[in-house]
């Protein structure tokens, strides 16, 4: 069986709410920067399928621990940092999971080279690092047991502070215009402002609406 956009998301309709919500957020803000980046056709389907899908290996972990409010003991950390190699296994019935095996294996890699395969820099494969970016700024906008909310300002702040360390500088640059351009004249670092609210509360509509014209292309039997 091939991996589509349409079977992604009937994957990701039976993860938990909270997976589920991560899962679509982090596909929406992934595609928008990927086509800030000129990614079209295939290659931002396929980006598309990979954030929708990165987490999957997180299906296999338990809930106990993934929403653990205390600190995780080395023990459940090391379990919940497999979720990566879980998941490429789980993608790999696919037979095109190759198109999407990047993200799902390499988005928690840092630019640095201390993530958790010690890529570094352009040894991760770019529709990885994109996701890497979209992944850490829903999880700073999400309200989570072991963290409170933070606003957009303070998420771009932390962004920018590990530009070269977790991500890469030029896409945190490319991110940071492109939810500029998308908050349509309300201006991040002069109002606190209610943009991730908007854009949590949009997210399913607009979601939607900014993959609905991604070609599906069939290769030819
Ligand atoms: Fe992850």
């Not at 950390?77 to 979720?83: G, L, M, P, Q, T």
């Not at 303070?154 to 896409?171: A, V």
Request: aromatic letters at 8%; one cysteine or more.
């Amino acid at each position: 069986m091939k991996i589509n956009f349409e079977v992604a998301k009937s994957i990701v309709d039976i993860f938990p709410s909270d997976l589920l919500e991560h899962s679509y957020n982090v596909c929406y803000l992934s595609t928008r920067l990927a086509a800030h980046l000129g990614y079209k056709n295939e290659k931002l389907q396929n980006l598309a399928i990979g954030a929708l899908l990165h987490d999957i290996g997180k299906t296999r972990i338990g809930q106990e621990v993934l929403n653990k409010p205390g600190r995780l003991t080395d023990e459940e950390f090391a379990f919940v940092k497999k979720h990566t190699v879980i998941g490429s296994d789980l993608i790999r019935c696919f037979r095109n999971h190759q198109s999407i095996l990047p993200v799902v294996l390499y988005h928690h890699e840092r630019w640095d080279g201390n993530g958790y395969d010690r890529l570094k820099e352009n040894e991760i494969p770019e529709p990885a690092q994109i996701v890497t970016i979209a992944d850490a700024f829903d999880a700073m906008t999400t309200n989570r047991p072991y963290q409170k909310t933070k606003s957009l300002v303070e998420t771009l702040h932390e962004l920018n502070k590990n530009k070269g360390l977790q991500f890469s500088p030029t896409l945190v640059e490319r991110f940071e215009s492109c939810i500029i351009e998308n908050t349509k004249g309300i201006h991040p670092f002069t109002s606190d402002f209610p943009f991730v609210k908007v854009l949590k509360r949009q997210v399913t509509p607009v979601w939607k609406k900014a993959t609905k014209n991604i070609p599906v292309k069939e290769k030819p039997k």
